[in-house]
């Protein structure tokens, strides 16, 4: 299947700054990616459907200021949080469709701390 | 509003034992759907993925079925160890290469 990684893996930052979070596949070329967001204990919610070359898709809810997405080429997708605050900490997981029966492969994920 | 439910959110077991896990969703019209393994601050191992024309999936000592017609599915887990211990999460996907829609998870602890 699929291999997706992300990086930063660990991110802690004071509040007001922004923080970048990269998703890359390996070696699938993804037209889409999607992006989740895991508060603790909860399950995932998706914030938001980056298209190549296109703007993002995102959720009611998600506000598209503050969580920029980029995909500029098949395999890299960013998701910047823009003036991050402590409500932002979450665990950012990215994930690519594809393949047999459209498997989605999953990120390992990013965890966010804000201070 | 397409809805995905798991019963029950948290189970705890002997080693050894026989397990089902459930999963239920609102919406009956599903395109495929995906069980995952979640370890603790880790990110989403899939497991088994159901199409929509299959009843089941199997991997080892893992089954998955389902049943569009009742909106369920069901993982069953076999002889469980403690390595098994984690939180399982399924997901739907309504229409192709679109995104999913998760469940809250079942968190699973086998004991020694």
């Known amino acids: 299947g699929a291999v997706v990684s992300q990086h930063p893996s660990w991110v802690i930052c004071k509040s007001g700054t922004s923080v970048k979070i990269e998703c890359r596949s390996l070696?699938?070329?993804?037209?889409?990616m999607f992006w989740y967001r895991q508060f603790p204990k909860q399950s995932l919610m998706l914030m938001a459907t980056?298209?190549?070359?296109?703007?993002?898709?995102?959720e009611q809810g998600v506000e598209k200021d503050k969580f920029l997405i980029n995909h500029a080429s098949l395999t890299l997708s960013t998701l910047t949080v823009t003036s991050a605050h402590p409500e932002d900490s979450s665990f950012y997981i990215c994930?690519?469709?594809?393949?047999?029966?459209?498997?989605?492969?999953f990120g390992p994920g990013t965890r966010l701390l804000v201070l | 509003k397409q809805e995905v439910t798991q019963i029950p959110a948290a189970l705890s077991v002997p080693e050894g034992e026989n397990l089902v896990l459930n999963c239920s969703f609102t919406?009956?019209?599903?395109?495929?759907l995906q069980w995952f393994r979640q370890d603790p601050g880790k990110g989403l191992t899939s497991l088994l993925l159901?199409?929509?024309?299959?009843r089941e999936q199997t991997s080892g000592r893992l089954n998955a079925s389902l049943d569009k017609s009742s909106g369920r599915s069901t993982l069953y887990i076999a002889a469980s160890q403690p390595g098994d211990s984690a939180t399982y999460l399924c997901?739907?996907?309504?229409?192709?290469?679109?995104?999913?829609?998760f469940g809250g998870g079942t968190r699973l602890m086998v004991k020694p």
């Open positions: 994930s690519v469709h594809g393949g047999v029966g459209e498997t989605q492969y």
């Open positions: 070696d699938f070329q993804a037209t889409t």
């Open positions: 980056s298209n190549e070359g296109s703007k993002a898709t995102y």
């Open positions: 919406d009956s019209a599903i395109y495929n």
């Open positions: 159901i199409q929509s024309s299959q």
């Open positions: 997901a739907v996907k309504y229409n192709a290469g679109n995104m999913l829609t």
